[in-house]
T-cell receptor
């Protein structure tokens, strides 16, 4: 059981380039999300999805695009990278999007460190 | 909007107790969480507490919740060097699609 897998672990881009961060989970979780982690600012939610075909914006969605064509995959696209997008990106999933009867604990990937020059 | 605040640093001696504090603004928070992040890794759940509880204990960890003051704390008894990490407080409300995180408290444990 791999959990949440993110690729790549490290990436360096030039300003204006585009790229996709991949995220896959094998736990049949309905809910998937992307956060970015910056020093002193904690984790900020970029986009999330409550199921295949459904996505929505978080706190800091500008400059990022997502899609959810399958339950397992939730890629994050940077359309035109900017130095302000230098960060560590985490994908996280949980059994469902709403509370239901459980705590809906997030399972995190190991992170992808992105540097934009 | 929802906000979660915690101090950025805490330093303790090995064997002492550590207390990490957190305040949140969303009075409809249903679940409050503590996650741990070790260097170069993702976050892992340490423990969580449901909003109708005041306290939860799990081995060396004690979580206290004061709903009136919207204050959450994590106590680590007999702190070890292996406890050195960043600890994140987080909250989510029933039916909410978002888990909101604090900035994280970096715990330094001195031998």
């Amino acid at each position: 059981n791999a959990g949440v897998t993110q690729t790549p672990k490290f990436q360096v881009l030039k300003t204006g380039q585009s790229m996709t961060l991949q995220c896959a989970q094998d736990m049949n979780h309905e809910y998937m999300s992307w956060y970015r982690q910056d020093p002193g600012m904690g984790l900020r939610l970029i986009h999330y999805s409550v199921g295949a075909g459904i996505t929505d914006q978080g706190e800091v969605p500008n400059g990022y695009n997502v899609s959810r064509s399958t339950t397992e995959d939730f890629p994050l696209r940077l359309l035109s990278a900017a130095p302000s997008q230098t960060s560590v990106y985490f994908c996280a999933s949980s059994p469902s999007g709403t509370g239901g009867s459980g705590a809906n604990v997030l399972t995190f990937g190991a992170g992808s460190r992105l540097t934009v020059l | 909007g929802e906000d979660v605040e915690q101090s950025l640093f805490l330093s303790v001696r090995e064997g002492d107790s550590s207390v990490i504090n957190c305040t949140y603004t969303d009075s409809s928070s249903t679940y409050l969480y503590w996650y741990k992040q070790e260097p170069g890794a993702g976050l892992q759940l340490l423990t969580y507490i449901f909003s109708n509880m005041d306290m939860k204990q799990d081995q060396r960890l004690t979580v206290l919740l004061n709903k009136k003051d919207k204050h959450l704390s994590l106590r680590i008894a007999d702190t070890q060097t292996g406890d050195s990490a960043i600890y994140f407080c987080a909250e989510r409300n029933t039916g909410g699609f978002k888990t909101i995180f604090g900035a994280g408290t970096r715990l330094f444990v001195k031998a």
